[in-house]
């Protein structure tokens, strides 16, 4: 197994001004909020308990549509983390520009969508990624990802086209709806295979074991966190709250109860070994599907 490299999420909003029908984000939580004051501040503090070798991505939502975004990301830089940054790509030029300015060479990854939904013209989007890639630091790497959608498929193949000579990496999005990946035809599968899109989609995961939540974890604008975006509903993954300045890892690693990993982050970063443990996989779903009714009954006995 290569080297896992430990990774923190953090969704600081919800809010996002476009609104994708077949976004995954917006359905993590049933409201669309900022994180709050207290939930920033305990996110630094438990930051600065980690060693330096996490890398921390800030994504939403829309990140740049929170009032403390440029803050939040200049007090990680002097922390001394590498920091992902993912974005839609829709403010001015300008704002991507003080990202540049504030972290330098601690901006590892710059990850901006392509929205055909949303974007009016896209030679100005081209224009202004093109302008983007010339004043980035030589060592972040900048990559767009494009969801594929109702026959855009000729769209993204201009936008490749145009982007990947300049080294701005090219990657297409397989949509997932209620967690599950949708169907393309043979010219989009073969589109899809050729841009990376989602390398463990088809990944058996129940029983693996997984350094997710040992290694990495996801924190949302609430605070609260889990081992992995896929995990959020399984109750045992939960790995406390943010605002008390700390994030409750797991000591060892654990396998993973559900079918399919829909995420690729576990996958990209190495947190998946090839041990099992079928045993407590299945354990920890049957205590999952047994804990609403368990909290019911006690909420009814009081």
């Known amino acids: 197994m290569a080297q896992p490299k430990p990774f923190i999420d953090f969704l600081i909003t919800q809010n996002c001004n476009y609104r994708c029908e077949y976004c995954s984000q917006s359905k993590a939580n049933s409201t669309l909020e900022d994180a709050s004051s207290e939930v920033i501040d305990g996110f630094l503090t438990a930051?600065?308990?980690?060693?330096?070798?996490?890398?921390?991505?800030?994504?939403?939502?829309?990140?740049?549509?929170?009032?403390?975004f440029f803050e939040v990301i200049e007090k990680i830089k002097n922390m001394g983390f590498f920091i992902c940054?993912?974005?839609n790509f829709?403010?001015?030029?300008?704002?991507?520009?003080?990202?540049?300015?504030?972290?330098?060479?601690?901006?590892?990854?710059?990850?901006?969508?392509?929205?055909?939904?949303?974007?009016?013209?896209i030679d100005d989007y081209i224009d202004k990624a093109l302008n983007l890639k010339k004043i980035i630091h030589p060592s972040t790497k900048m990559r767009i990802c494009a969801p594929l959608w109702?026959?855009?498929?000729?769209?993204l193949r201009y936008l490749k086209d145009k982007l990947t000579p300049f080294g701005i990496?090219?990657?297409?999005?397989?949509?997932?709806?209620?967690?599950?990946?949708?169907?393309?035809?043979?010219?989009?599968?073969?589109?899809?295979?050729?841009?990376?899109?989602?390398?463990?989609?088809?990944?058996?995961?129940?029983g693996r074991i997984c350094l997710a939540g040992v290694k990495s974890a996801v924190i949302y604008q609430d605070g609260s966190i889990y081992r992995c975006y896929s995990s959020r509903l399984i109750k045992s993954h939960y790995l406390g709250n943010v605002k008390?300045?700390?994030?409750?890892?797991?000591?060892?690693?654990?396998?993973?109860?559900?079918?399919?990993?829909?995420?690729?982050?576990?996958f990209n970063y190495n947190m998946i070994c090839h041990d099992t443990n079928y045993t407590r996989a299945a354990f920890e779903?049957?205590?999952?599907?047994?804990?609403?009714?368990?909290?019911?009954i006690k909420k009814t006995l009081r």
């Open 47 to 68: 930051l600065g308990r980690l060693p330096r070798d996490f890398e921390i991505t800030i994504s939403g939502g829309e990140p740049l549509l929170h009032n403390r």
């Open 85 to 87: 940054i993912v974005s």
């Open 90 to 121: 829709s403010s001015p030029l300008d704002k991507y520009e003080k990202i540049v300015n504030i972290l330098g060479d601690k901006l590892s990854f710059l990850m901006l969508s392509y929205h055909d939904v949303s974007v009016k013209n």
């Open 150 to 155: 109702r026959g855009n498929l000729d769209r």
């Open 169 to 206: 990496e090219f990657e297409v999005q397989h949509i997932r709806i209620r967690n599950e990946f949708i169907k393309y035809n043979t010219q989009e599968i073969k589109f899809l295979e050729e841009n990376n899109a989602a390398p463990n989609k088809n990944l058996a995961s129940f």
């Open 244 to 266: 008390d300045g700390k994030i409750d890892f797991y000591k060892s690693p654990r396998p993973c109860p559900l079918l399919k990993c829909t995420c690729p982050k576990p």
């Open 285 to 296: 779903l049957v205590l999952n599907f047994l804990y609403l009714p368990v909290k019911l």
